[in-house]
């Protein structure tokens, strides 16, 4: 398995700020991903993110909104740009190791005022 | 494009019974997981099903993969109150490594 941190926890932020979200793994991974899941929903690809290229966004996500980067193999970040409440949900990114499964980290609950 | 349904979405049930939430997908998916999640937490994996008549368990769970019917099925068996939490199935679409996540069904086990 992998040990996955993310920064910050949780936050509060106002409208039309950005936040960005720190994601540590304690290994070496090709692949990273960056997981939406809304309030009582379940979860949705933002996008993937290989070390060494840009990101790969799924329908619906854009790199203007959700700017993300990888400039190694054990981090990441995801930046929640020009926020509106509707980006209220919690983010988490996952890696997939060797094992062939995804570990997800904690998460950051993002709070849009 | 690969859909994951999951059935029921809610689940009441006693402590000691016995009972099967369903995943259905709608396109070939080259694996299918079962994670749990509970209140507040992330995601923990339960089991990875790689292949057609893959069966797994671990405690009171156990997790299928009829590849045919494309059905995955994870049966609780002599539920406990531990179990409470939020089951999600997740298929990953041929040739690739992103996970699409079934609906969730979260279970409730009652004393």
């Known amino acids: 398995s992998a040990v996955i941190s993310q920064k910050p926890s949780r936050d509060i932020c106002q409208r039309g700020t950005s936040l960005t979200i720190q994601c540590q793994v304690d290994?070496?991974?090709?692949?990273m991903f960056w997981y939406r899941q809304q309030p009582g929903q379940s979860l949705t690809l933002i996008a993937t993110a290989n070390q060494g290229s840009e990101a790969t966004y799924e329908s619906g996500f854009v790199i203007d909104k959700f700017p993300i980067s990888r400039p190694n193999l054990t981090f990441s970040t995801l930046t929640v740009s020009n926020m509106s409440p509707e980006d209220s949900s919690i983010y988490l990114c996952?890696?997939?190791?060797?094992?062939?499964?995804?570990?997800f980290g904690p998460g950051t609950r993002l709070t849009v005022l | 494009e690969l859909k994951v349904e999951q059935n029921p979405l809610f689940l009441s049930m006693q402590e000691g019974k016995n009972y099967t939430i369903y995943c259905n997908y709608s396109t070939t998916s080259d694996r299918l997981y079962w994670y749990r999640q509970d209140p507040g937490k992330s995601l923990e994996s339960l089991f990875v099903?790689?292949?057609?008549?893959a069966v797994k368990q671990e405690g009171r769970l156990m997790a299928s993969l009829d590849t045919k019917a494309r059905l995955s099925t994870l049966h609780i068996t002599a539920a406990v109150h531990d179990l409470s939490a939020t089951y999600f199935c997740a298929g990953a679409p041929a040739g690739t490594y992103k996970y699409i996540f079934g609906t969730g069904t979260r279970l409730k086990v009652l004393a």
């Open positions: 290994s070496q991974v090709t692949m």
């Open positions: 099903l790689l292949s057609n008549g």
């Open positions: 996952s890696v997939e190791t060797s094992r062939d499964t995804q570990y």
